[in-house]
C-alpha cells in the first residue's frame, strides 16, 4: 500500500503492473573457502578518529585488518555480507566522506530533498554488477533505498532494490535534511542526510549512505542512527536492510487486444539484521560468481559455483533460470534443451577422433564444438553468421581429416564394390540389345540388317 511518484522517469511510469512475492525454494549451498581471500575495502584515512573518515579517492586500497572482528553470512547464494561493528576500524574506513569530494561531482537532488515518497532517476558513468546484471541507471527514494528494476511503478519499496535502510524518511520536514549523490567513474555513492521519520519526527535524524562499486560491491555505511532500527514503526512505510531482485513477466490479454500486464516475481531476497545496525556501523556485500558470466556451453555447463548452470543454444546464453532474463529463458525453450547436456555429448562423440591425429588439432577446435555444433543436432537455426562458420569448419575438420589405415581400407573396398555393379548392369545391357536385334531379324527377313547378316556370312 506505499505507492511512491516517480520524478523525470524515463522510460515512463508503469502503472498496469502486478507485484507477486514469489521466492525461489531452491537453496545453493557455496564453497566458502575461496571467500576467505577477498579482500576488504580499507580507506587512506588514518584508523585512530573517532568519528567517521572519507576516502581521497574511492579507489580503495586493498588490504585487511586480521585484528577486526567480522561477521561474515555466506548463505546469500549471490552475495556475502560481512558487518563490522562501531567499533571496528573497518567501518570508519568504509564510509565515505562527500564533503571532501570534489564538489562539481557531488549534486544535491533538489527535488528529493524537499518531498515525501519521491524517487529520480540517476545515470551511472560505468557498469554496475548487480545480481550478474550490468545496470547503468537506477532511482534513488527518499525513503532510504534505491529502485533498480526497469520497469518504473509505483510500488517501488516490493522488491528489486538496495535498502541501506528503508523506511518512512521525509526530508520535507527538515531544512538540514538532504539526498546527495556522488560519482567519480568507479563508484556511486548515495547519502542521506539528517533525515527524519515523517511519523515519528522526535527521533531524531538519520544520516547513512550506500556506495556502489564498478566491481559489483555493495558497502552500507552508517554514521547518525539514534535509534534501533528494530523499533521503526513499518504501519506506514516497510522497513528493510538489505538487497533484492526480481524478473518481469509479461502476460497478454486476451478479453482486451493488445493489452499486456507485467507481473514481478521476486526470485532472491539478502536481508540483513537490523541488531546490527547501529552508529559507525558498516556492511559489505560481496558478489558470489552467477551463471550469466559463462560466455559459452562448455565452461557453463561444467561450472562448480553453488548454481545448476544451464546453457540455451538459441539465446547463446548461461542461467540457472531464475534471472531478469527469465521470459526469454521460457520463451525461447531453453528449460527443456537444458535437460539434455548436448554440449557433453559432443565432447565424446566428435573430439574423440580429433585427439588421434595431432596435438594442437583438439587444442584448437575444442571450444567450437562446445560452442556451436548444438545447432547441427538440435533444431534450432544458427543465430549469427559468425556461429554457421564455426560450425562449417568443426564439421570439415570432423569429415576430411587426417584418415587412419581402417577408413582408408573401407574407402578402397567402396570403389570396388561401386566398380562391380557398373561392370554388370553394362553387360546385361549388351545382352538385351543382343536378344531384340536377333528377334527383329527372325520377323523382318527382307530388313537391311537380316540382308547384312546373309551376306557377311
Given at each position: ?137 537506477i532511482t534513488v527514494a527518499t525513503g532510504g533505498f534505491i529502485y533498480t528494476g526497469e520497469v518504473v ?218 560452442t556451436t555444433t548444438r545447432g547441427s543436432t538440435t533444431s534450432h537455426l544458427p543465430t549469427s553468421l ?72
Amino acid at each position: 500500500g506505499v505507492f511512491y511518484e516517480v520524478v523525470q522517469s524515463f522510460p515512463r511510469v508503469e502503472e498496469n503492473v502486478e507485484l507477486d512475492s514469489y521466492l525461489s525454494s531452491h537453496r545453493w549451498r557455496r564453497h566458502t573457502e575461496s571467500l576467505k581471500s577477498v579482500d576488504t575495502n580499507r580507506a587512506s584515512m588514518g584508523q585512530d578518529s573517532l568519528e567517521p573518515g572519507g576516502f581521497t579517492d574511492l579507489l580503495l586500497e586493498e588490504g585487511h585488518d586480521n585484528t577486526t572482528q567480522i561477521e561474515e553470512d555466506t548463505d546469500h547464494n549471490y552475495y556475502t555480507s560481512r558487518t563490522y561493528g562501531p567499533y571496528d576500524s573497518t567501518s570508519r574506513d568504509l564510509w565515505v566522506n562527500i564533503d571532501q569530494m570534489e564538489k562539481d561531482k557531488v549534486k544535491i537532488h533538489g527535488i528529493l530533498s524537499n518531498t515525501h515518497r519521491q524517487a529520480a532517476r540517476v545515470n551511472l558513468s560505468f557498469d554496475f554488477p548487480f545480481y550478474g546484471h550490468f545496470l547503468r541507471e537506477i532511482t534513488v527514494a527518499t525513503g532510504g533505498f534505491i529502485y533498480t528494476g526497469e520497469v518504473v511503478h509505483r510500488m517501488l519499496t516490493a522488491t528489486q532494490y538496495i535498502a541501506p535502510l528503508m523506511a518512512n524518511f521525509d526530508p520535507s520536514v527538515s531544512r538540514n535534511s538532504t539526498v546527495r549523490y556522488f560519482d567519480n567513474g568507479t563508484a556511486l555513492v548515495v547519502q542521506w542526510d539528517h533525515v527524519h521519520l515523517q511519523d515519528n519526527y522526535n527521533l531524531g535524524s538519520f544520516t547513512f549512505q550506500a556506495t556502489l562499486l564498478n566491481d559489483g560491491r555493495i558497502i552500507f555505511g552508517y554514521k547518525e542512527i539514534p535509534v534501533a532500527v528494530t523499533q521503526i514503526s513499518s504501519t506506514n512505510h516497510p522497513v528493510k536492510v538489505g538487497l533484492s531482485d526480481a524478473f518481469v513477466v509479461v502476460h497478454r490479454i486476451q478479453q482486451i487486444p493488445n493489452v499486456r500486464r507485467r507481473t514481478i516475481y521476486e526470485y532472491h531476497r539478502v536481508e540483513l539484521q537490523m541488531s546490527k545496525i547501529t552508529n559507525l556501523s558498516a556492511v559489505e556485500m560481496i558478489p558470489l560468481p552467477t551463471c550469466l558470466q559463462f560466455t559459452s556451453c562448455g565452461p557453463c555447463v561444467t561450472a562448480q559455483i553453488g548454481f545448476n548452470c544451464s546453457w540455451c543454444s538459441k539465446l547463446q546464453r548461461c542461467s540457472s533460470g531464475f534471472d531478469r532474463h527469465r521470459q526469454d529463458w521460457v520463451d525461447s525453450g531453453c528449460p527443456e534443451e537444458s535437460k539434455d547436456k548436448i554440449c557433453e555429448k559432443n565432447i565424446d562423440t566428435t573430439e574423440t577422433p580429433l585427439y588421434s591425429t595431432t596435438t594442437l588439432l583438439p587444442t584448437t577446435t575444442r571450444f567450437r564444438f562446445l560452442t556451436t555444433t548444438r545447432g547441427s543436432t538440435t533444431s534450432h537455426l544458427p543465430t549469427s553468421l559468425p556461429t554457421e562458420d564455426d560450425t562449417k569448419i568443426a564439421l570439415h575438420l570432423k569429415d576430411n581429416g587426417a584418415s587412419t589405415d581402417d577408413s582408408a581400407a573401407e574407402k578402397k573396398g567402396g570403389t570396388l564394390h561401386a566398380g562391380l555393379i557398373v561392370g554388370i548392369l553394362v553387360l546385361v545391357l549388351v545382352v538385351a540389345a543382343a536378344i531384340l536385334v536377333t528377334v527383329y531379324m527372325y520377323h523382318h527377313p527382307t530388313s537391311a540388317a537380316s540382308l547384312f547378316f546373309i551376306e557377311v556370312r
